[in-house]
């Protein structure tokens, strides 16, 4: 082969490796099948790829309205998500102000968290967390900017190790524009707390003591479908519950998902749980 035809043919080729490289870095953990997390929820399970949370990926949360500057709703996810799968979990937080009885009431137990204070430095101690193939997942408090160069580095990381990866993403007001700037994220969640149910429905009029519910918005989901629902919160085992009156059948569907799957899921119709638009 004749000396120009030779380096047009290794360009050629590392040109296609580069482009390889490239569309698997965007495509993230969809790349190749992998394992998955259920919710339990065939509504929420069925707009999921694989029908469920991918394992190996990044993902982000965030509070809503009222909440939106602690966060509490969206970190008690997180909490119940991480309850759910074995391991050890690296928390990373800029100050120390994480509850974490609050965690333990959604199953996750301080014992199993390690605390990880880093000021300034959360991205690069998560990015640091995520090499280590043993933990169950890394999750990062992050307040302002979170753009796609940070976000691409996690999630390479955690595709690289199998390990999942969660954003509390932190902000004092609802409408902060970083909130919404583009991600690598697998998945983006917002989480607003709505009024709980009366404890006796048969005396509606009483205060509210019953399950805490929320408004689970999937804002992004990449290979997936956006959608709203209305849920009860993360129970004692970490798993999300669908109140009975919004349900497809007589009683309350419950999360309980103890451990990843590989195979998909059935999909279902959303049902009377998806809020519309």
């Known amino acids: ?149 940070a976000s691409r580095r996690l999630q390479l990381a955690a595709e690289q190790s199998g390990v999942l990866a969660f954003v509390l993403r932190r902000s004092r007001r609802h409408d902060d524009p970083a909130l919404a700037a583009p991600s690598a994220a697998m998945t983006r969640w917002r989480v607003a707390a709505l009024p709980s149910p009366p404890a006796d429905p048969a005396a509606p009029d009483t205060p509210g003591l019953g399950r805490a519910r929320w408004q689970l918005d999937l804002m992004r989901c990449r290979g997936g479908e956006p959608g709203s629902w209305i849920v009860e919160a993360c129970d004692a085992q970490g798993g999300l519950g669908l109140p009975a009156a919004l349900g497809d059948g007589p009683a309350a569907e419950t999360g309980r998902a103890s451990s990843p799957s590989a195979a998909p899921p059935r999909r279902h119709r959303a049902g009377a749980a998806r809020r519309s638009a």
């Open 1 to 149: 082969m004749d000396p120009p035809r030779a380096a047009a043919t290794v360009l050629h080729s590392t040109l296609q490796d580069l482009r390889t490289q490239i569309a698997r870095i965007e495509r993230g953990a969809t790349a190749s099948p992998g394992k998955v997390l259920p919710f339990g929820l065939p509504a929420i399970d069925a707009a999921l790829p694989g029908g469920g949370l991918p394992l190996a990926a990044l993902h982000e949360a965030t509070g809503s309205g009222a909440d939106v500057e602690h966060g509490a709703a969206a970190a008690l996810l997180i909490g119940g998500i991480l309850a759910r799968l074995p391991g050890p979990v690296l928390w990373v937080i800029a100050t120390p102000d994480l509850f974490a009885p609050g965690l333990a009431s959604v199953g996750l137990h301080p014992d199993r968290v390690i605390f990880a204070e880093a000021g300034k430095q959360v991205l690069a101690v998560m990015e640091e967390g995520l090499r280590h193939p043993g933990l169950a997942a890394v999750v990062g408090e992050v307040s302002g900017p979170f753009g796609l160069v």
